[in-house]
């Protein structure tokens, strides 16, 4: 699984094309689909309502309608609503944000006849009780995902559009989680989501659909050790999966669970998730191994989401004192 030089020995400009900021063949608009997210039977939850998301000025590229913040808003209050939240304060709380950026990059790698997408999604938010109107916390959620398919010789011309979609669905669930679990110091039962026919989930799943996405959704370090233990070298769709846990359990307040030395994976999805669990701790040694990487990396996807991530300082969300960890 160790990355060698060999991968990183420079780029292969005739073997990819990129496509940026959505476009999707000849310049048509790409759609945008949110996730299912089954609500909660708790009858006596928090509530946290999210009002519809404004749209900022960061939106590259074209979407069909509803566009974005309106994608986003229903996926993360269909995700708030599928955890059966408790905690916080009496009334619950009333949700505001801001659609800073949403970029959706794609790349088609000729040679190894795969397809992948790359999401970004900036949020800058604001809480309040919703008894008395009171601010609660302020900040801003980060959410990135990638996710890669087998497309040869274009073979499934609507594959960035179901990439897009899995990407939107981890994304927006994962921000929605942050929300809850780190901004407002809630506690959560994992979500479930919900699928029409098993061509459905095939096509649409994401990391957090996977075997281990409830325990990332947690965003809580006590399943790490078990799943880096399960690591299996035949499948890197379950050990991105198993990395996730750690990047959702990481962040600038919480110990790096991801072990002394990170050896990076040689699978780019693998290396995107290891990436991203950098980017959520933040620490000065972890964004220096982040840079390390972003100067090494071959994957132009990966090598623009980790210097993006130096960029701004890393992408993690600081837990509200008190909450649970």
């Known amino acids: 699984m160790a990355g060698g030089g060999a991968r990183r020995a420079g780029w292969r400009a005739a073997a990819w094309l990129m496509m940026a900021s959505g476009a999707v063949g000849c310049g048509g608009a790409l759609r945008l689909d949110g996730p299912n997210v089954a609500a909660a039977l708790a009858r006596d939850g928090t509530r946290v309502d999210l009002d519809p998301i404004a749209s900022g000025a960061g939106v590259e590229g074209g979407f069909e309608p509803p566009g974005p913040a309106a994608v986003l808003t229903a996926a993360m209050a269909?995700?708030?609503?599928?955890?059966?939240?408790?905690?916080?304060?009496?009334?619950?709380?009333l949700v505001r944000c801001t659609l800073d950026r949403f970029a959706v990059r794609s790349k088609t790698n000729v040679v190894e006849s795969t397809q992948s997408a790359a999401l970004y999604?900036?949020?800058?938010?604001?809480?309040?009780?919703?008894?008395d109107q009171a601010p609660v916390w302020r900040g801003e959620l980060h959410g990135?995902?990638?996710?890669?398919?087998?497309n040869v010789l274009g073979s499934k011309p609507g594959l960035v559009q179901s990439l897009t979609s899995r990407a939107l669905a981890d994304a927006s669930r994962e921000m929605a989680s942050d929300l809850a679990l780190r901004a407002l110091g809630l506690r959560a039962a994992p979500s479930?989501?919900?699928?029409?026919?098993?061509?459905?989930q095939r096509d649409l799943a994401g990391l957090d659909d996977s075997p281990w996405g409830a325990a990332a959704l947690q965003e809580n370090g006590?399943?790490?050790?078990?799943?880096?233990?399960?690591l299996d070298p035949r499948d890197p769709a379950l050990r991105a999966a198993a990395w996730n846990v750690v990047a959702m359990a990481s962040a600038p307040d919480d110990p790096w669970?991801?072990?002394?030395?990170?050896k990076l994976d040689d699978d780019p999805l693998v290396r995107f998730v290891q990436y991203k669990a950098l980017a959520r701790h933040a620490s000065p040694a972890a964004l220096a191994q982040l840079c390390a990487a972003a100067t090494a990396e071959s994957d132009a996807l990966l090598a623009e989401m980790a210097r993006d991530a130096l960029a701004s300082g890393g992408i993690g969300v600081t837990r509200t004192p008190n909450a649970p960890r």
């Open 257 to 262: 669970l991801g072990g002394e030395s990170l």
């Open 78 to 93: 269909q995700e708030l609503a599928g955890r059966a939240l408790s905690g916080g304060v009496a009334g619950g709380f």
């Open 192 to 200: 479930v989501r919900v699928f029409a026919d098993e061509g459905q």
């Open 121 to 131: 999604a900036d949020l800058s938010c604001e809480a309040r009780r919703a008894r």
């Open 222 to 230: 006590s399943e790490v050790r078990r799943v880096l233990a399960s």
């Open 144 to 150: 990135r995902a990638l996710e890669r398919g087998s």
